[in-house]
């Protein structure tokens, strides 16, 4: 005989709940909620304050407010408007960053989409991988596509993947008012990829079959296999065909 499922039921906390792990259909934290033990939902949001001492494994995580979880995440659609902490891996189908997210460990999604601030202790993977704001990354960016449109400085320490464009978010934003008169320019210390176009970039090696260095940059070795260009404001100490 087949084995009949769990029904899912909602959980819900409104002002300050403690509960345990369990299966549910749409959990919503309200207040300030603590779960001690691993969550397992159709949809989980938070607008208030919200710690997982485990795992979360959901189709929908919308944060609002503020969230720190402890376990791996599994998710098919994640929504940072407010802030967020992932202690351990996180996997989903499509990452929206508005907010501020901090991950302590890999980031592996189809696509990422960072409209305020992205910081990473190791690497972010996915097909397509698209900014309007801030990122750290301390280990490797591996992406098909790669749209950085900065309006902070950014930095990875490498990235590599097929169409990789960098640029300055020309907008008057709050981010932009906020540091105004700072420096705006990505860091990393390699970049590879198919299709390279750089502006603002400071990097040790770029390498690419076709690179187009743009101003503001300066790097110290450019690799090319097809083409290369250089804008007259850009600092390249070699550049060498392969």
């Not at 039921?9 to 509960?19: E, F, P």
């Not at 919200?50 to 599994?74: C, D, F, Q, R, Y």
């Not at 305020?116 to 801030?134: A, Y």
């Not at 464009?165 to 700072?182: A, T």
Request: hydrophobic share 35%; proline share 2%.
């Amino acid at each position: 005989m087949e084995q009949k499922q769990q029904p899912r039921h909602d959980l819900n906390i409104s002002g300050m709940g403690r509960t345990g792990g369990g299966v549910y259909k749409d959990v919503r934290i309200d207040g300030m909620g603590k779960v001690s033990g691993d969550i397992d939902c159709i949809t989980f949001t938070s607008n208030g304050t919200v710690g997982i001492e485990g795992s979360l494994h959901a189709e929908s995580m919308n944060i609002n407010g503020t969230a720190k979880v402890e376990g791996p995440a599994m998710l098919d659609k994640m929504v940072i408007d407010g802030m967020s902490t992932f202690k351990d891996q996180v996997q989903s189908r499509t990452v929206f960053i508005n907010g501020r997210a901090t991950f302590d460990k890999s980031l592996k999604s189809d696509t990422v989409e960072v409209g305020g601030i992205l910081k990473t202790k190791e690497g972010v993977q996915c097909e397509s991988f698209s900014v309007k704001g801030h990122f750290t990354i301390d280990g490797l960016l591996n992406a098909d596509q790669v749209d950085i449109k900065m309006n902070l400085s950014c930095s990875a320490q490498e990235i590599g993947g097929e169409n990789i464009v960098v640029r300055k978010w020309k907008s008057s934003s709050f981010w932009e008012q906020l540091h105004h008169g700072f420096s705006t320019r990505l860091t990393a210390h390699i970049i590879e990829g198919d299709h390279i176009d750089l502006e603002y970039t400071e990097a040790d090696t770029v390498r690419g079959n076709d690179v187009r260095i743009g101003p503001g940059c300066t790097i110290r070795l450019v690799e090319y296999q097809n083409t290369i260009y250089q804008d007259p404001d850009a600092k390249v100490g070699s550049c060498v065909q392969i």
